[in-house]
């Protein structure tokens, strides 16, 4: 199984970005599909997942009505598309798979992940 994260970059604050995960080597439309992120020093943090088809979706908190997930299962993909950016939101971000039909924002429930894309938004 192989998750590979793109689409990081350096950004000012209230810019966007937009993240992609393609999958290989899993039958992804049986996986919740996750992104986290981890700063320096911090710990890995939710912050968005999707259900199989798209219908049920989960955003912490701190991202609520800034970043949108969603996926496309014809491409094995999975997006996040980051609005109105802020210096807090900088870390490196990891997409995640997890065999379920729940969507669940705790990492250790996940089975695979991907390699990470950095994210830089400056002041």
């Known amino acids: 199984v192989q998750l590979q994260a793109s689409g990081g970059g350096l950004v000012q604050a209230g810019g966007s970005l937009r993240l992609s995960c393609a999958a290989s080597g899993l039958t992804f439309s049986r996986y919740v599909m996750g992104w986290f992120r981890q700063a320096p020093g911090k710990e890995r943090e939710f912050v968005a997942a999707?259900?199989?088809?798209?219908?049920?979706?989960k955003y912490a908190d701190s991202v609520k009505g800034r970043f949108t997930i969603s996926r496309d299962n014809a491409k094995n993909t999975v997006y996040l598309q980051m609005n109105s950016l802020k210096p807090e939101d900088t870390a490196v971000y990891y997409c995640?798979?997890?065999?379920?039909?729940?969507?669940?924002?705790?990492?250790?429930?996940?089975?695979?992940w991907g390699q990470g894309t950095q994210v830089t938004v400056s002041s």
């Open positions: 999707i259900n199989w088809n798209g219908g049920s979706t």
């Open positions: 995640a798979a997890d065999f379920s039909t729940v969507v669940f924002g705790t990492p250790s429930l996940y089975d695979y």
